[in-house]
C-alpha cells in the first residue's frame, strides 16, 4: 500500500520547515522577521520571559499556539455611554478623560487605594484601584481613555468594578468601539496585553492559516474558512461575523475529536469474514435454560444486536444499562450465537472476581449446552494459563472469560468472533482495541453500568451504535437510600444486625483516607494505598472486636493480593461471611443477591456515579435493600449529591443530575476522560452541531475506507492524539 503514515509526513514537514528557516536565515537575512505559526510566541513584540513563561503555563508555546486559545466571553464595546448615562448593573464602556488629582492612600503596609477622576461632556465619576499605586502614571492628562467595566454604586457615587482601559488614539481603534474578546488567563497577563499580542500575531502571519477541513465539508456544512473564523473569533467586526466563526470552529473542536477518538479505536463498520457471519440466531436453546424471562428492555437489545450481527457488518455496539438491569445475560445469549455459529467469544472484565464469577455462572450455564468455558487471568499457576491459552488456541475453548491477562501477546484464538468487555469504561481504548486485534475484526459489544447524558455518548462513543436498557428486572425495589452523619453509627450497626439477623448480608464501605491525612497525601501518593489500608484494617478491626464481634466479618481492599481477595469475595458470596468490610474495589460487577445492606462512611469522598455503583451491589434480589450513606460534611456539592442520590434510583436521571451539579466543563473535562477540555463547544448547546459533526466524521471514514485520506487533516488529528494519550472511555 502507498499510504505515507502520518507521522512520516509530520516529520517531512517539520524538516522541511527547518531547512526554510536555516536558508532563510543565510540567504535573506531580512526575513528573519517572518513570523511562522510554528514560532515561539517569545518572538512577538512586548513578550519577554515573565509573559513566556505565563504563556506557557496557559498551554501556548507557538504563535499558532496563541491563536488557537478562544475568548472565554466578550464585552460589547461598540456602544460606548456617556458617564451620564450609566445605571447600576451595566457593562459600560465609556470614553474619557483624567481630571488631574489622582488620589492615594495607604490603608496599611500592604493595602493602598489610588482613586483617579474622570469626565466626559456629561459628567464625572471615581475609579478605584486597589494595591496599584502605580495606575496614577498610566493616564495622562490631556489624553481620552475607553474605559469597560461593570457600573457599581460606591460611596461616592455611580463607579466601574473590574475595569479595562485602553488608550483612545485617533484612527488606531484595537477593541474599544466594537466586541471585546476576555480570556481566560493566567495571572501575569492582562487582557489588554492578551488581546495586543493576539491582534499582533494575526497581523504576521496573515494568510498562513490553512484550512485542514476538506472543502467538500465545508461546502456541505456551509463553514466559513479557517482564516476568516480564527480572526472572527477573536475580533468580530459584527455579530454574524461572530456566529459564522463560532460555528465553524464548535464544528471543528466536534469534527476532531471525534475523528480521533475514532481513528484511536480503529475504524468501524468493517464487512465481516464468512467465518464471522451469524445466520443461526435460534437463542432457544439459552433461553430455556434462563431462570428467568427476558424484561422487554433486554429483548429489544437483543433484537438490536442480532440485526446487526446479521447485517454482514462487524457488530460495534455500546451496551448501556444501570447496575443490575441484567446485561449479563446479554452477553451470554450473544457468545452463545458466536459459538453455534463457528466462532469464539471473549469476555473481558476489569477485576479479577467479576471475571471468576462470570466464568462460573457462565460455565454452569454453557455445561448444559456442551460448550467449552475457560479462565484466563494473572492469579492463575503458569500451568493453568498454559493449559488455557492452549485451549484457546485450538479452538477447544469456545468461550473464554478473563481480566487484562487476555491482552498478552501470547494468547491466540482459532477464530475470535465476538468480544465482550464488561465494565468497558475500566479499559483503555488502546486495551479494547489490542482485545480486538485478535480477532480479524470481530463482532465488539462494550457494556457499561455508567449511563451518560445523550450528547455526551455522541462524542464519546461517537463510532459506535448504542443500545439502552432502562428497565429493570421484575419484583427489583427501590433500594431506599439515607444520607446520615457518623452520629447514626449506632443506629445504623443495629439496622445492619437486624437484617444479618433475618439471614440477609451486608457491605460497609470504608473510609478511604481521613480529611487531615490528605494533604500530605498528596505529597506522597504512594502512602496512599498504605494509608487506605490502616484505615480500612483498623475500622474493621473496630467493628470486628466491638459492636460485631459475635458475626463473621471479611475484608477486602486494594492492597490484597488478586488471590486473597478472590477468597474473601467468595467466602461473602457463599454466605460465610456476613460482612465485607472494603474499600471500592467492591465497586464493579460483583453480584451477592442475598447483600441487602450497604453502608458507604466518609460518603463525600465520591462522585454520585461511583456512589450509584456501590449502591448497586444491594437490591440485586426481590429482598427490600437498603443503603446509608454517612457523611459530616457540610459542603453544599456533596450535600446536593447525597440528596440525589436519596431521591433517585435511575442511574439516567443521576447522572443529568450530576452534569447539573457539576456544570458540563467538569463533567466532560480531562479529570473524568482523559479527553482534551472542549474550548468552544457546549455539549448541552451545540447539539446540532454536534451531530452534524459526527455525521460528517462518519461519512468521510466510510467513504475513504476507514482512513483519513486529506493530509493537513490526518497531521492535526495525530497532534490531537498526542496530547489524549490517556484516555479511558
Ligand atoms: P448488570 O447489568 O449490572 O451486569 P446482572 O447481569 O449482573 O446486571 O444482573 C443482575 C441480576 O439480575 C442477576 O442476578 C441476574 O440473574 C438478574 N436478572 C437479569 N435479568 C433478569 C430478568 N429478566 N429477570 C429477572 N432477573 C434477572
Ligand atoms: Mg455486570
Same mark, same amino acid.
Not at 492612600?105 to 493602598?112: A, T
Not at 447496575?323 to 457468545?335: E, F, P, Q, R
Not at 487476555?406 to 488502546?430: A, C, M, P, W, Y
Not at 472486636?545 to 493480593?561: C, N, Q, R
Given at each position: 500500500?502507498?499510504?505515507?503514515?502520518?507521522?512520516?509526513?509530520?516529520?517531512?514537514?517539520?524538516?522541511?520547515?527547518?531547512?526554510?528557516?536555516?536558508?532563510?536565515?543565510?540567504?535573506?537575512?531580512?526575513?528573519?522577521?517572518?513570523?511562522?505559526?510554528?514560532?515561539?510566541?517569545?518572538?512577538?513584540?512586548?513578550?519577554?520571559?515573565?509573559?513566556?513563561?505565563?504563556?506557557?503555563?496557559?498551554?501556548?508555546?507557538?504563535?499558532?499556539?496563541?491563536?488557537?486559545?478562544?475568548?472565554?466571553?466578550?464585552?460589547?464595546?461598540?456602544?460606548?455611554?456617556?458617564?451620564?448615562?450609566?445605571?447600576?448593573?451595566?457593562?459600560?464602556?465609556?470614553?474619557?478623560?483624567?481630571?488631574?488629582?489622582?488620589?492615594?492612600?495607604?490603608?496599611?503596609?500592604?493595602?493602598?487605594?489610588?482613586?483617579?477622576?474622570?469626565?466626559?461632556?456629561?459628567?464625572?465619576?471615581?475609579?478605584?484601584?486597589?494595591?496599584?499605586?502605580?495606575?496614577?502614571?498610566?493616564?495622562?492628562?490631556?489624553?481620552?481613555?475607553?474605559?469597560?467595566?461593570?457600573?457599581?454604586?460606591?460611596?461616592?457615587?455611580?463607579?466601574?468594578?473590574?475595569?479595562?482601559?485602553?488608550?483612545?488614539?485617533?484612527?488606531?481603534?484595537?477593541?474599544?468601539?466594537?466586541?471585546?474578546?476576555?480570556?481566560?488567563?493566567?495571572?501575569?497577563?492582562?487582557?489588554?496585553?492578551?488581546?495586543?499580542?493576539?491582534?499582533?500575531?494575526?497581523?504576521?502571519?496573515?494568510?498562513?492559516?490553512?484550512?485542514?477541513?476538506?472543502?467538500?465539508?465545508?461546502?456541505?456544512?456551509?463553514?466559513?474558512?479557517?482564516?476568516?473564523?480564527?480572526?472572527?473569533?477573536?475580533?468580530?467586526?459584527?455579530?454574524?461575523?461572530?456566529?459564522?466563526?463560532?460555528?465553524?470552529?464548535?464544528?471543528?473542536?466536534?469534527?476532531?475529536?471525534?475523528?480521533?477518538?475514532?481513528?484511536?479505536?480503529?475504524?468501524?463498520?468493517?464487512?465481516?469474514?464468512?467465518?464471522?457471519?451469524?445466520?443461526?440466531?435460534?437463542?432457544?436453546?439459552?433461553?430455556?435454560?434462563?431462570?428467568?424471562?427476558?424484561?422487554?428492555?433486554?429483548?429489544?437489545?437483543?433484537?438490536?444486536?442480532?440485526?446487526?450481527?446479521?447485517?454482514?457488518?462487524?457488530?460495534?455496539?455500546?451496551?448501556?444499562?444501570?447496575?443490575?438491569?441484567?446485561?449479563?445475560?446479554?452477553?451470554?445469549?450473544?457468545?452463545?450465537?458466536?459459538?453455534?455459529?463457528?466462532?469464539?467469544?471473549?469476555?473481558?472484565?476489569?477485576?479479577?472476581?467479576?471475571?471468576?464469577?462470570?466464568?462460573?455462572?457462565?460455565?454452569?450455564?454453557?455445561?448444559?449446552?456442551?460448550?467449552?468455558?475457560?479462565?484466563?487471568?494473572?492469579?492463575?499457576?503458569?500451568?493453568?494459563?498454559?493449559?488455557?491459552?492452549?485451549?484457546?488456541?485450538?479452538?477447544?475453548?469456545?468461550?473464554?472469560?478473563?481480566?487484562?491477562?487476555?491482552?498478552?501477546?501470547?494468547?491466540?484464538?482459532?477464530?475470535?468472533?465476538?468480544?465482550?468487555?464488561?465494565?468497558?469504561?475500566?479499559?483503555?481504548?488502546?486495551?479494547?482495541?489490542?482485545? *480486538? &486485534? /485478535?480477532?480479524?475484526?470481530?463482532?465488539?459489544? !462494550?457494556?457499561?453500568? @455508567?449511563? %451518560?447524558?445523550? $450528547?455526551?455518548?455522541? #462524542?464519546?462513543?461517537?463510532?459506535?451504535?448504542?443500545?439502552?436498557?432502562?428497565?429493570?428486572?421484575?419484583?427489583?425495589?427501590?433500594?431506599?437510600?439515607?444520607?446520615?452523619?457518623?452520629?447514626?453509627?449506632?443506629?445504623?450497626?443495629?439496622?445492619?444486625?437486624?437484617?444479618?439477623?433475618?439471614?440477609?448480608?451486608?457491605?460497609?464501605?470504608?473510609?478511604?483516607?481521613?480529611?487531615?491525612?490528605?494533604?500530605?497525601?498528596?505529597?506522597?501518593?504512594?502512602?496512599?494505598?498504605?494509608?487506605?489500608?490502616?484505615?480500612?484494617?483498623?475500622?474493621?478491626?473496630?467493628?470486628?472486636?466491638?459492636?460485631?464481634?459475635?458475626?463473621?466479618?471479611?475484608?477486602?481492599?486494594?492492597?490484597?493480593?488478586? *488471590? &486473597? /481477595?478472590?477468597?474473601?469475595?467468595?467466602?461473602? !458470596?457463599?454466605?460465610? @461471611?456476613? %460482612?465485607?468490610? $472494603?474499600?471500592?474495589? #467492591?465497586?464493579?460487577?460483583?453480584?451477592?443477591?442475598?447483600?441487602?445492606?450497604?453502608?458507604?462512611?466518609?460518603?463525600?469522598?465520591?462522585?454520585?456515579?461511583?456512589?450509584?455503583?456501590?449502591?448497586?451491589?444491594?437490591?440485586?434480589?426481590?429482598?427490600?435493600?437498603?443503603?446509608?450513606?454517612?457523611?459530616?460534611?457540610?459542603?453544599?456539592?456533596?450535600?446536593?449529591?447525597?440528596?440525589?442520590?436519596?431521591?433517585?434510583?435511575?442511574?439516567?436521571?443521576?447522572?443529568?443530575?450530576?452534569?447539573?451539579?457539576?456544570?458540563?466543563?467538569?463533567?466532560?473535562?480531562?479529570?473524568?476522560?482523559?479527553?482534551?477540555?472542549?474550548?468552544?463547544?457546549?455539549?448541552?448547546?451545540?447539539?446540532?452541531?454536534?451531530?452534524?459533526?459526527?455525521?460528517?466524521?462518519?461519512?468521510?471514514?466510510?467513504?475513504?475506507?476507514?482512513?483519513?485520506?486529506?493530509?493537513?487533516?490526518?497531521?492535526?488529528?495525530?497532534?490531537?492524539?498526542?496530547?489524549?494519550?490517556?484516555?479511558?472511555?
Amino acid at each position: 500500500m502507498g499510504i505515507i503514515p502520518p507521522h512520516v509526513i509530520a516529520d517531512l514537514i517539520r524538516n522541511l520547515t527547518t531547512l526554510i528557516a536555516q536558508r532563510r536565515d543565510v540567504a535573506h537575512p531580512s526575513w528573519r522577521k517572518l513570523m511562522l505559526l510554528t514560532d515561539s510566541v517569545a518572538k512577538l513584540k512586548s513578550v519577554g520571559e515573565s509573559r513566556l513563561a505565563a504563556l506557557n503555563l496557559m498551554g501556548i508555546e507557538t504563535i499558532g499556539d496563541l491563536l488557537e486559545f478562544f475568548p472565554r466571553d466578550y464585552m460589547d464595546r461598540s456602544k460606548i455611554s456617556t458617564v451620564a448615562e450609566l445605571y447600576e448593573g451595566q457593562l459600560a464602556t465609556i470614553l474619557v478623560s483624567p481630571t488631574g488629582n489622582p488620589q492615594y492612600r495607604q490603608m496599611s503596609p500592604k493595602r493602598s487605594v489610588t482613586k483617579i477622576y474622570f469626565k466626559d461632556n456629561t459628567g464625572q465619576l471615581a475609579i478605584s484601584w486597589f494595591n496599584q499605586p502605580y495606575m496614577q502614571g498610566n493616564f495622562k492628562a490631556g489624553e481620552s481613555y475607553y474605559i469597560s467595566g461593570k457600573v457599581v454604586w460606591g460611596s461616592f457615587g455611580l463607579s466601574l468594578e473590574n475595569v479595562e482601559y485602553e488608550r483612545f488614539v485617533d484612527g488606531e481603534e484595537l477593541s474599544a468601539g466594537r466586541i471585546v474578546p476576555r480570556y481566560r488567563l493566567s495571572s501575569g497577563l492582562t487582557q489588554k496585553v492578551f488581546r495586543s499580542l493576539i491582534h499582533q500575531a494575526l497581523a504576521e502571519t496573515k494568510g498562513q492559516l490553512q484550512d485542514f477541513l476538506p472543502d467538500i465539508i465545508l461546502d456541505s456544512q456551509g463553514l466559513c474558512q479557517r482564516s476568516f473564523a480564527i480572526e472572527n473569533i477573536h475580533f468580530p467586526l459584527s455579530g454574524e461575523d461572530f456566529y459564522e466563526a463560532r460555528k465553524r470552529l464548535v464544528f471543528e473542536e466536534l469534527f476532531l475529536l471525534q475523528a480521533a477518538l475514532i481513528a484511536a479505536k480503529g475504524f468501524l463498520r468493517h464487512k465481516v469474514d464468512d467465518s464471522k457471519i451469524i445466520t443461526n440466531v435460534d437463542l432457544q436453546p439459552v433461553l430455556s435454560l434462563l431462570p428467568f424471562e427476558l424484561t422487554k428492555d433486554q429483548n429489544k437489545v437483543v433484537s438490536e444486536i442480532v440485526s446487526d450481527l446479521t447485517s454482514g457488518y462487524a457488530l460495534n455496539r455500546l451496551l448501556q444499562g444501570d447496575v443490575g438491569s441484567g446485561k449479563t445475560a446479554i452477553a451470554m445469549l450473544m457468545c452463545y450465537l458466536a459459538v453455534v455459529n463457528g466462532g469464539q467469544a471473549v469476555v473481558m472484565a476489569p477485576t479479577e472476581t467479576l471475571a471468576k464469577q462470570h466464568f462460573e455462572g457462565f460455565t454452569k450455564l454453557f455445561n448444559q449446552l456442551g460448550i467449552t468455558c475457560g479462565l484466563l487471568c494473572g492469579s492463575q499457576k503458569a500451568k493453568e494459563k498454559r493449559e488455557a491459552k492452549d485451549g484457546v488456541a485450538r479452538g477447544a475453548i469456545q468461550i473464554t472469560i478473563g481480566t487484562h491477562a487476555l491482552l498478552q501477546e501470547d494468547v491466540e484464538f482459532k477464530n475470535l468472533s465476538l468480544v465482550i468487555t464488561d465494565e468497558q469504561h475500566r479499559f483503555g481504548v488502546r486495551q479494547r482495541a489490542t482485545l *480486538g &486485534e /485478535k480477532g480479524q475484526h470481530p463482532h465488539i459489544l !462494550a457494556m457499561t453500568a @455508567t449511563p %451518560i447524558p445523550r $450528547s455526551l455518548a455522541m #462524542v464519546l462513543y461517537g463510532d459506535m451504535d448504542i443500545s439502552t436498557i432502562r428497565e429493570m428486572p421484575p419484583g427489583r425495589q427501590i433500594i431506599d437510600t439515607y444520607s446520615v452523619t457518623r452520629a447514626y453509627h449506632p443506629r445504623i450497626f443495629e439496622f445492619i444486625r437486624k437484617e444479618i439477623e433475618k439471614g440477609h448480608q451486608a457491605y460497609i464501605i470504608c473510609p478511604l483516607i481521613a480529611k487531615d491525612e490528605d494533604e500530605e497525601a498528596g505529597v506522597q501518593a504512594r502512602n496512599d494505598k498504605k494509608k487506605e489500608l490502616t484505615q480500612v484494617m483498623k475500622f474493621a478491626q473496630e467493628l470486628a472486636s466491638g459492636v460485631f464481634s459475635d458475626i463473621t466479618l471479611g475484608i477486602l481492599h486494594g492492597k490484597m493480593k488478586a *488471590g &486473597e /481477595k478472590a477468597a474473601v469475595m467468595e467466602s461473602f !458470596a457463599k454466605g460465610e @461471611t456476613k %460482612i465485607l468490610v $472494603s474499600t471500592t474495589v #467492591v465497586e464493579v460487577g460483583i453480584n451477592v443477591p442475598n447483600a441487602t445492606i450497604i453502608m458507604i462512611e466518609n460518603a463525600e469522598r465520591f462522585g454520585i456515579s461511583q456512589l450509584h455503583q456501590l449502591r448497586g451491589r444491594v437490591g440485586r434480589s426481590d429482598k427490600k435493600s437498603y443503603c446509608v450513606l454517612v457523611t459530616d460534611s457540610k459542603n453544599e456539592v456533596s450535600k446536593k449529591r447525597m440528596e440525589a442520590m436519596t431521591k433517585s434510583n435511575d442511574g439516567f436521571v443521576l447522572s443529568e443530575l450530576d452534569l447539573e451539579i457539576r456544570g458540563p466543563g467538569e463533567f466532560f473535562g480531562t479529570s473524568q476522560h482523559g479527553l482534551p477540555t472542549l474550548m468552544l463547544a457546549n455539549l448541552y448547546k451545540d447539539t446540532e452541531v454536534l451531530a452534524a459533526a459526527r455525521e460528517a466524521v462518519l461519512k468521510m471514514f466510510e467513504d475513504d475506507g476507514g482512513e483519513i485520506k486529506h493530509n493537513p487533516l490526518k497531521i492535526k488529528i495525530k497532534a490531537l492524539l498526542g496530547k489524549m494519550q490517556n484516555i479511558s472511555l
